[in-house]
């Protein structure tokens, strides 16, 4: 038995080593046949760092200068500035030749007669007892003695004619008293007020020119006295 083991076992080891350079060999055949398909493309690496940036480098030249533009639209007229102050005065010209003489003017109105004195008192009341007076400056003794004074009332606020003193209605009465040197007194028989009275002052000489002027005027009508005197 044992005898035939070793047998057994000398028979397998040569065996093995006998098999060894037929699977060596097979191996290197193997090993020589045709490349088989690529695998399948691996998954992307990561990015690697950033290299350092580089020095600048030099500047190119100056290129071709290019076409005018169009022109712009004109802007807004501004506000306008305050104005300027008044230059001096340049000097003046010298005279222009004279020119032909102008045709003759009308004859103007004659004018108030210088001695003649107008007076015009407003709103003004009368009394029943005693005198109303007013004070003329104008009557000197040369009116008393040579002159006349006129007298006329209204009532006050209407632009009716003037009516002449003495004056009498409906049982009342206005008349002149008396005048002297720069007055003239007033009578009536009754109380009121709300008149207007006007006097003229002429003295003899205007007297006598204006009836010489204008014969058979109305004393009564202060509306021609006033046009023959030229009383304004």
Known sequence: MIRRSCKKLNYDMKA?????????TSLLIS?????GPAGPKGDTG????????????????????GATGATGAT?????TGPA???????????AGPQGPTGPAGQNGQDGQDAAVNSYVFTNRSVLLVGNTRFNLPAITQDVVNTGIILAYFRNTGTTSSWNALPYSEAGNSLTIASYGVGYIDL???FV????DFRFVVVPGTSLTNMMAKTPGIN???FSQVQAALHIQ
Do not use: D, R
């Open 16 to 24: 093995k080593y006998l098999l060894l350079p037929l699977l060596y």
């Open 31 to 35: 090993s020589c046949g045709k490349t």
């Open 46 to 65: 990561a990015a690697g760092a950033a290299g350092a940036i580089g020095a600048t480098g030099a500047t190119g030249p100056a290129g071709p200068q």
């Open 75 to 79: 802007g807004a007229t501004g506000a």
């Open 84 to 94: 300027g102050a008044t230059g001096a005065t340049g000097p003046q010209g010298p």
């Open 187 to 189: 009578k009536a028989n």
């Open 192 to 195: 009121g007020s709300g008149f």
């Open 219 to 221: 004393l009564n009508n």
